[in-house]
Every structure is written in C-alpha cells, then in structure tokens.
C-alpha cells in the first residue's frame, strides 16, 4: 500500500519559500506561459508534416492539455506545494511516485534550459555573425542565474514583463491575419481557402506526427501551479489560472494555428526555415514585420530559460524538503532554494557544453531520455487525481474549489488519450527512440525511489 498523507494533515505551502508573487505576476505567468517556446519554434515542423491539419492536431492536443491542467489544478488548488504533481504524486501513489515525477522533470527543465538558451545564441548571433554561441549562452545564463538568486518577486518581474510582450505579440499577430483573411488589410490581398485546399497532404501518418509535435508544444503550461506555492493567495492563483485555460488554449495555439495555415502554403520552405509566424508575416508584406517577430521568439525563449531554471531549482527544493534529495539542495537563504538554482543552472550549462563536446551520443542520448517525459509527468498526474479526488471528498470536500470535469469519466478518458499518444510514439522511428530512453530512465528513477522508499519504512 502507498503511503499517505491524510487531508486533515497541514497542506500549507512551504513555509520557507518567499511569498513574493503577486495575484497580476502569477495571472501573467499563467497567460504568458501558454505562449511557449514550443509554439514559435517548434510549430514549423508539425506544419510541415500535417499541412493545413495542423489546426486538427492542436485542438486534439489541446483537448487532452486542458484535461491534464484541470486535473493539475484541482489537486494543487486543494494543496499548494512547489513540489507540484510531485507532492501530489507522493500524497496519492507513494514516496518513490513523487521521486520518480519530480527528478525525471528536474532533468527535462535543466536539460531544456540549455536548448533555449542555444536556441535564442542561434537568433542572436544571426544578427551579430561572427560572436560565438557559447558566449551568449553564458550570458543568458548568468542574467537569469542571477535573477533567481534573488528575491522571488525579481523572477515574477521578469515574467511579467516578458509574458506581457508576448501576448501583446501574438495578439497583434491574430489581428493582423484575421484583417488580411477578411481582404481588408490595405496591400494585401486575401488567399481566401486556397492553401487550405490540400486538407490532408501526407495522410494519416502526416496528422499522426503533427499530434505528437503539438503534444510536446504545450510543455511548460505546469509552472504556473508550482509558481502559485509563492503567490499572495495560491488557492486563488491556481484556480483562476486552471478556469481561463481553456479560452487561452483555444486562442494563443490553436487560433494561430488557423491564421497561419490560411495565409502561408503548408508547403513552404519559409515555414520551417524561417518559422511559421516569421513566415506569415513576411507574406503579408509588412515592412520588418517577420524581424519583428524574431525579437519576439528570442523573448520567448529567454522567458522559458527564466521560468525553468525557477521551476527546477523549486522542484528539487521540494523533493529535499520530502527527504529525496541531497539536504544541500534543500538551503533556503532569503525566501530562496539558492543552491537549487545553482545547481539547476550548472546543469542546464552542461547541457550547452555537451552539445558542442559529444553532440552525436551523450547530448543526443540526454535529448531522447527528456523526449517523452511530459507524458509520464501527465500519466502520475492522471493517476494522483484519480485516488486523491475521492480522499477529498470523504475527508475535506471544502477543498474542491477547482473540480475535475465529469469526474471520473474525463479522468479516465484523458488516461486513454495518454495511452494513445504512447502508441503513436512506438509507431514513428524518431519518437520510437524517445519512449525507449524515457521509459529507461524512468524504470531506473522508479526503482531507486521505491528502494529509498523501502528503507525509509525499515528504518522507521
């Protein structure tokens, strides 16, 4: 039997951490956090392989992401911990479930703040030739290293800021298509349906491999409820964050989605080369437009940085906090895991540095062992919610301020688009790969959580 924690017990958030977010900071982290790196730069691809479908896979995707979020939500809502779906998983499965959940997480977001950190070098020096990528990597790195160092309330400045610019951005960006759509855009003349007419260009297979880049999109939407452990009031931060879900999902990815294929053919090369929001823009003819949305790509994927070196170092705080890590990690200076964020920067530049050292085995091996990891993180949620939701209801039903839609069916039905999304993995070569190494590195993380866990209950 997993071991539990009543709800009667304290499910305060930590006590040690700062509470330096505001209600407007943790409001625009939940917005901003929507428009992800994943949506600008990775979208091209899945446009490509999908054509115009594209905007089918994103509502299927976003379909399950709303599920997952509302689950997430629920549970975090009732117990507001930086831990996440990881203290949820522990409360709900057991000690090795929250070990497994946190850690594997902790190395896709170290490992991610590497990627973003190459990905925005790349933008830069495209407009500075010549300087070196390492060097912008450092410093991005610095900057962002440094402002977690300091008080929470720096972090949530940053985001602020950051998701504001972005939302403004892809806001304009749907204005600005719509008008052109609708042949009121002065220069422009409408395509009307005709890059639409190739619904379906590479068939199912082509869908098949736009679901799975759309999935892997909306990674990043669960910083919010471990940002809610630090705000002013997180029972209300969650809540309202889990309750607007669904419109942003429906306007930020799946919207654009439909503006872009409208106006660029699935099939041009700008679409992946350049991406597909550079791209669209560039079509309509707008002067400096398409640099313009660099800009906002490069926020984009500083804002991710900033957000996952703050989610890491607040995961691996809370897994030492629950005995499952090294106590060093653990050391709060001024309402701050320091050493946390230390280490989750290290992490994240090693990462960078593996990329040019061994980017053919030991980069390549780290990016296929984080390739499937959300969908674990998704599955432990799934799970949690689906023991946790009938505790709450026999021992603490004031907790439900946020409830799971249709509970169980949606829970159970969301477990099934899970599975489903593993199948489609096992049946494409490159994610084939990913699901290998994910599902090994979660069979060892598991099992070195169940052996903690083992002798934790001996000793005790």
């Known amino acids: 039997m997993p071991s539990t924690t009543s709800v009667e017990a304290s499910q305060e958030p930590d006590v040690s951490l700062s509470h330096g977010l505001k209600q407007r900071h943790l409001s625009m982290i939940a917005l901003g956090g929507v428009i992800g790196a994943g949506l600008f730069v990775g979208s091209g691809a899945g446009i490509a392989a999908a054509g115009p479908s594209i905007v089918v896979a994103y509502v299927l995707s976003g379909l399950l992401v709303m599920l997952v979020m509302r689950m997430l939500g629920e549970m975090s809502a009732a117990y507001p911990s930086s831990g996440s779906f990881s203290a949820h998983a522990e409360r709900a499965i057991g000690p090795w479930a929250g070990f497994t959940a946190g850690w594997s997480f902790w190395i896709l977001l170290c490992t991610a703040v590497g990627l973003e950190g190459i990905g925005a070098a790349k933008i830069v020096t495209g407009w500075l030739p010549g300087t070196p990528e390492w060097a912008w990597v450092a410093l991005f790195m610095v900057v962002f290293c440094a402002t977690n160092l300091a008080a929470v309330k720096n972090f949530g400045e940053f985001e602020f800021w950051f998701a504001a610019l972005k939302v403004g951005a892809i806001s304009l960006f749907l204005v600005l298509g719509v008008l052109a759509l609708a042949g009121v855009l002065p220069g422009t003349d409408s395509p009307g349906a005709s890059n639409l007419s190739d619904f379906l260009p590479n068939g199912s297979e082509g869908l098949v491999i736009g679901i799975l880049a759309s999935v892997f999109a909306y990674g990043g939407l669960e910083t919010v409820t471990i940002a809610a452990a630090e705000s002013e009031n997180p029972v209300k931060g969650v809540a309202s964050a889990v309750r607007t879900a669904m419109w942003r999902i429906a ?94 920067c290290v992490f994240g530049f090693v990462c960078v540095l593996l990329s040019y050292w061994r980017p053919d085995d030991v980069f390549s091996w780290l990016l296929n062992m984080i390739g499937a990891v959300i969908l674990v993180v998704w599955g432990f949620i799934a799970v949690s919610q689906l023991r946790l939701r009938g505790q709450l209801e026999r021992e603490a039903p004031e907790r439900l301020t946020v409830r799971m839609w249709a509970f169980p069916v949606l829970t159970w039905v969301a477990m099934a688009g899970m599975v489903a999304i593993f199948v489609l993995m096992a049946r494409e070569a490159d994610t084939r790969v990913q699901l290998y190494f994910t599902g090994g590195m979660t069979v060892v993380l598991a099992a070195v959580g169940y052996a903690w866990q083992r002798r934790r209950a001996t000793a005790s």
Do not use: C, H, T
């Open 251 to 344: 306007l930020f990815y799946i919207g654009s989605m439909a503006v872009i294929v409208a106006l660029v053919p699935w099939d041009s090369a700008a679409v992946v080369e350049k991406g597909p929001y550079v791209a669209a823009l560039d079509s309509l003819g707008i002067p400096g437009a398409g640099q313009l949305m660099n800009v906002v790509v490069l926020v984009a994927l500083l804002s991710a940085m900033n957000a996952n070196i703050y989610g890491s170092s607040r995961i691996a705080y809370s897994l030492v906090a629950r005995g499952q890590g090294p106590k060093a990690l653990g050391r709060v200076s001024s309402g701050v895991p320091r050493i946390a964020v230390l280490v989750s």
